[in-house]
């Protein structure tokens, strides 16, 4: 149960998070914690219930901070069960893909990444409501969704099974027809990829959204039209504004898409199968975030 202090912390751990290293997340928290006047408290992900179970236990703790120990999935989970709740979400990244920490700039040093949750300074952001889900970061259809569904059924994992995928979709690849409507104006064209853009880059550091920003009520509708290495290279090294010709970029409190075949989905890096049609709206302020 929780211990009476200024506040309580819940850390939610995924223990199959991050790479072979395994880091004793309870035992480094409670380390760290032992001098500080601060309940904690720990909820362990078993992939069976969490979302009934992780309210449950908010529920019952009542915590200022809830922390998501893992990868963006893990981040996901938990912001889901505190949107629109004053409760912080803060977060230790420790998956393979950490695309909100980078976003937030969180530190990789754990120290650092827990003193930040100590210092709880908090900030409101937007999150996007896409056909009833809700997506905090990144959300697309086309050429990334279908690279995240063949990793997710590949058996390779790492380095080596990512560019196995990678390769494979770049094989596979083909546009989509689309009807993209966006401040009254409706836009037909071919794409490889449409991203919905709450955030500016993916957990693998690459920057698809140079005008991405959590706090400002919008989001950006990033119309990827073609593959160009000049392109590519913005998104890994250089980031600036894309060259519209190769990538679009609208920016929208709304959108309505329509495609004339079936197309792959994914919201926050996880894959929700194929569909026709998106519609999306920003949220604002939605979602407390704990932050340096």
């Not at 202090?5 to 819940?10: E, P, Q």
Request: with cysteine.
């Amino acid at each position: 149960m929780p211990t009476p202090a200024s506040s309580v912390n819940l850390f939610v751990i995924n223990p199959i998070s991050g790479g072979k290293t395994k880091v004793e997340w309870e035992k480094v928290v409670r380390e760290y914690f032992k001098n500080i006047d601060a309940g904690i408290e720990f909820y362990i992900l078993t992939g069976e219930n969490d979302p009934d179970s992780l309210r449950h236990w908010i529920e019952r703790v009542k915590p200022t901070t809830v922390v998501a120990v893992g990868g963006d999935g893990t981040v996901s989970l938990v912001a889901k069960e505190i949107l629109g709740m004053d409760i912080g979400l803060g977060i230790l990244p420790a998956g393979s893909a950490n695309g909100m920490a980078r976003e937030l700039n969180i530190p990789q040093n754990l120290n650092e990444a827990l003193e930040t949750i100590v210092k709880n300074k908090t900030r409101k952001a937007d999150v996007i409501d896409i056909n009833g889900h809700i997506c905090l970061h990144l959300s697309d259809i086309g050429l990334n969704a279908q690279l995240i569904k063949y990793f997710e059924e590949g058996k390779l994992r790492g380095k080596l099974g990512y560019a196995t995928q990678v390769a494979k979709t770049l094989w596979r690849k083909s546009p989509m027809t689309l009807k993209i409507k966006v401040h009254g104006n409706e836009v037909s064209m071919k794409a490889l990829m449409v991203v919905l853009a709450n955030a500016r880059m993916y957990g693998t550091g690459a920057v698809i959204n140079p005008e991405g920003d959590l706090y400002d009520g919008q989001f950006e509708v990033v119309i990827m039209k073609r593959l160009a290495l000049s392109e590519l290279f913005k998104m890994w090294l250089r980031p600036q504004p894309f060259n519209p010709k190769k990538i679009k970029l609208y920016p929208a409190t709304s959108v309505s898409i329509q495609t004339t075949k079936k197309v792959h989905f994914q919201v926050d890096g996880e894959y929700l199968g194929k569909l026709h049609t998106v519609e999306a709206k920003i949220v604002p302020g939605r979602l407390k975030l704990v932050i340096p």
